[in-house]
């Protein structure tokens, strides 16, 4: 059974960091891409960043120099670190993992709430 299992989300103030965590189970999680999304009330999800299988990462252009992804294979974990948040950053995130042509799994999402 294939199960992504977000951890780590919670409530910081503006300028505080957060560690998300996607643990991964049921399928081959190195072969896998994954990408760490969010979304905000009544908008669709949209991409935050990404690291492929051989571990290239990619970053949308507002959290650029703040978010690191990072994977390890062995325990079958993403993080995403999370530096210098702000309120904008507030989300739902999810974890997803996708393979191609067809395989794409998420997780069930963790909230990510910046305020004072």
């Known amino acids: 059974q294939v199960q992504l299992v977000e951890s780590g989300g919670g409530l910081v103030q503006p300028g505080g960091s957060l560690r998300l965590s996607c643990a991964a189970s049921?399928?081959?999680?190195?072969?896998?891409?994954m990408t760490w999304y969010r979304q905000y009330p009544g908008k669709w999800r949209e991409l935050v960043a990404s690291i492929t299988s051989t571990g290239v990462s990619n970053y949308e252009d507002s959290v650029k120099g703040r978010f690191t992804i990072s994977r390890d294979n062995l325990k079958n974990i993403v993080y995403l670190q999370m530096n210098s948040l702000k309120p904008d950053d507030t989300a739902v995130y999810y974890c997803n993992a996708r393979r191609l042509p067809s395989d794409v799994y998420w997780g069930q999402g963790t909230q990510v709430t910046v305020s004072s």
């Open positions: 049921g399928f081959t999680f190195s072969s896998y891409a």
